[in-house]
């Protein structure tokens, strides 16, 4: 590792009563501390002290120090500034500090890393234009299962990367413009219906598919998107007709209403 002297001076201290892991984030130390069986457990006051004293002495940014019990579960975390911080980090520091706190809570509560820092959406969509087998297609729609649905402990905490919605956009869109120029070459009316679904479809099935892939939890199944999808369009569609037609009759008839006064006016 970068930092493996500083690694290896905190590896040193927090032996006795912590199994120590490292890693960079940023470039900058994360550290998280284990609880053992037989570990007598340090105040946060102290852990933070000891941190910071060996990371400026090696000069070695500072990230995060978590701090888990046997069970993995967080006991406490905190975003430790120390003299390597920059006077930008420590401004954004200041500015992030409320949402962090947030997160942190809720990662606390759940027992779950916060997701990783340093979004970006170039990133974020980098799979987009790469190549993916059949086979990794297959399981990457193969969640939400017992089987395949992972632990909440193991959930990867760097954000997704989707692609799938997009292709399904293009396909879509290439399959909407050859109805169209279909139709605008025979004028066939059959293409009709066709250009209409698929005109229909690919705006919300993208949408769809695109928040399906960024469910890092992976606790949905794509037999139950697919349900959820028929079961929401049956109940728009039955909704839309009941209220929407009562809604017809009510304006019709207030309007009646209205004419049949405004004829006895004229009469009288």
């Known amino acids: 590792m970068k930092y493996s002297q500083a690694c290896n001076a905190l590896e040193e201290i927090f032996r006795e009563n912590y199994s120590v892991r490292f890693e960079e984030e940023d470039s900058a130390l994360r550290i998280t501390l284990v609880e053992t069986s037989n570990s007598l457990s340090m105040n946060k006051e102290e852990i933070i002290s000891k941190v910071t004293d060996i990371c400026n002495v090696e000069d070695v940014p500072l990230a995060k120090i978590y701090v888990r019990n046997e069970n993995q579960k967080i006991i406490w975390a905190d975003k430790v500034v120390n003299l390597n911080t920059s006077q930008s980090e420590l401004?954004?520091?200041s500015t992030q500090g409320v949402f962090a706190n947030v997160a942190q809570k809720i990662s606390s509560i759940t027992g779950v890393e916060e997701l990783e820092a340093g979004f970006s959406l170039g990133l974020m969509?980098?799979?987009?234009f790469k190549k993916h087998s059949e086979k990794e297609v297959e399981d990457y729609f193969t969640v939400g299962t017992e089987t395949t649905t992972p632990d909440i402990k193991d959930i990867d905490t760097s954000w997704p990367r989707p692609w799938v919605f997009f292709r399904t956009f293009v396909s879509t869109l290439i399959v909407y413009i050859g109805f169209v120029q279909a139709w605008n070459e025979?004028?066939?009316?059959?293409?009709?219906?066709?250009?209409?679904?698929?005109g229909s479809f690919a705006v919300p099935l993208s949408t769809l598919i695109f928040f399906f892939e960024v469910n890092i939890r992976r606790n949905v199944s794509l037999y139950q998107l697919?349900?959820?999808?028929?079961?929401?369009?049956?109940?728009?569609?039955y909704f839309h007709y009941y209220f929407g037609k009562s809604a017809f009759l009510y304006h019709l008839t207030g309007w009646a209403h209205r004419l049949r006064e405004l004829l006895k006016n004229q009469g009288s």
Not at 125 to 128: A, V
Not at 227 to 234: M, P, S
């Open 91 to 93: 401004r954004n520091a």
């Open 125 to 128: 969509f980098s799979e987009i």
């Open 186 to 198: 025979f004028n066939n009316t059959n293409l009709i219906p066709g250009l209409i679904i698929v």
């Open 226 to 237: 697919i349900r959820l999808l028929f079961l929401a369009e049956f109940f728009h569609y």
